[in-house]
Structures are given as structure tokens and as C-alpha cells.
């Protein structure tokens, strides 16, 4: 007998093959519309689309306020006056001290890296003989009165522009102040400024401020109002 071959293919095992492909095809449908159910549940429970404020906030963190602006600065004539004299001249000694690796005030001294700075107050700019002063200082008209040598110690390369000194300059009044009254003191006799305090308010014609002005303004008004009652009243 001959053996026959058959090439019919099994039926069962491209049924198998089926199922396997509808069962993955299908937990792959059920992830997907899991992960779609969760991402709207979440947003409805979190407000994902349309936040709010919470009632009760955990923590608020507050921007630091910004500070006012400061106080305006006092002025060369109020510097010079805010303690005696003797004691403004030793304060400014001791600051002096910043200037002597170039200046001294001796009479008769020697200019060094800086002018001799003997009788400066009141001299005119760049007048020191024998120094060597740049073209900036030297091409400037001026003298050092109280509120140019203010200027000056303050920031010399921004109120005469082009010099050479290159000194940073003194942040506070007070210390230039002192400063300049103790040059004042090396040879120099300019008079120092005078200082007011300034009222609390203007002053009217008659002497009287301002503030004290408007008080008698409203008591006059208030007798003149009693007045008038007075005068209904007695008339009924």
C-alpha cells in the first residue's frame, strides 16, 4: 500500500491563532478606556481643568514689602553745625586720616601723590604751586567753597570728570563735613553756613505760620457761628 500526504492544514491551530489575537486585541481596548476613565475621574476630582483656590490654604509666602524711599540726605550747611566746632574739627582729623598716603596740611608742606592741601578752603581749583595737576582740574574755574569740596570728596571723578585722583570718595556728609572743616582749620577761615531749622510751616506776612493761621481762621469762625445764635435765639 502507498502511504498517502495529506496538505489539508489543521483547522484547531488557526483557531488558536485567532483567539490569542482577539484576547490581546481586547485587554489592549480595556486598558485604553481604563486609563481614560482614571484621567477623567482625576480631573474631576482635582479640578485639573479649572483649578480653585482651596478653603483653607496650607501656607501663603509673602513678598517682602518694598521699602520707602530714604530719608533725604541733610544738608552741607546742617552738617556742619550738627556739634561744636572743635569737636566737628577732631572728628575730621580722624578721617583726614584716609587722605594722608597722598595729602598733607603742614604749612609749607610738600606735595606728595596729592597737592600740599594748606589754606584750600576758599583758594581756587588746581592752585597749589608746583603741582602737577591734570588738564580736567586744571581747566576748571571754581573755587573750593563749602559745597564744591561737598561735591568733591563725594565723588571727584563725577563732579570734575577727566581728573586723575582716583579716591572713591565719602559716602556720608557727615564725614565730608568734618573734613572740610578741618581743612578750614589748616590755614583757611572761610565762615561756616549758618543753619535755620526749618518751621513746620510757612510763614504768613503777619510772622505767623502757616499751620497757626489756619487755627485762628477756624476759632474766629466758630465765634462768629456762636454769635449768630445768640442773636436768632434772643430775637424769638
Known amino acids: 500500500m502507498t502511504q498517502e500526504n495529506s496538505s489539508e492544514a489543521n483547522p484547531a491551530t488557526e483557531n488558536g491563532g485567532g483567539d490569542l489575537f482577539n484576547t490581546a486585541a481586547g485587554w489592549v481596548l480595556f486598558a485604553a478606556g481604563l486609563g481614560l476613565g482614571l484621567s477623567i475621574l482625576s480631573d474631576k476630582f482635582f479640578h485639573g481643568y479649572d483649578p480653585e483656590m482651596p478653603e ?32 566737628l574739627v577732631s572728628q575730621g582729623e580722624k578721617v583726614f586720616a584716609k587722605c594722608q598716603a597722598c595729602h598733607n596740611v603742614a604749612q609749607g608742606g610738600p606735595n606728595g601723590v596729592g597737592p600740599n592741601l594748606h589754606a584750600i578752603m576758599g583758594a581756587p581749583f588746581a592752585s597749589k604751586p608746583g603741582f602737577n595737576y591734570s588738564s580736567a582740574l586744571s581747566g576748571a574755574s571754581g573755587n573750593w567753597g563749602w559745597e564744591e569740596m561737598n561735591e568733591w570728596l563725594l565723588n571727584p571723578k563725577r563732579y570734575i570728570e577727566g581728573t586723575s ?72
Request: no cysteine; hydrophobic share 40%.
Open 56 to 87: 483653607q490654604p496650607g501656607y501663603f509666602i509673602e513678598a517682602a514689602e518694598e521699602e520707602g524711599g530714604a530719608e533725604p540726605e541733610m544738608t552741607m550747611a546742617a552738617a556742619l553745625n550738627m556739634m561744636p566746632q572743635d569737636e
Open 165 to 236: 585722583m582716583s579716591f572713591a570718595g565719602l559716602g556720608k556728609i557727615e564725614d565730608r563735613a568734618a573734613v572740610a572743616l578741618y581743612l578750614n582749620a589748616n590755614g583757611s577761615n572761610l565762615p561756616v553756613p549758618e543753619y535755620v531749622e526749618e518751621a513746620a510751616g510757612e510763614e504768613t506776612p503777619d510772622g505767623e505760620t502757616e499751620g497757626e493761621a489756619e487755627g485762628a481762621a477756624e476759632a474766629e469762625a466758630e465765634q462768629d457761628a456762636a454769635a449768630e445764635i445768640e442773636e436768632v435765639a434772643a430775637a424769638e
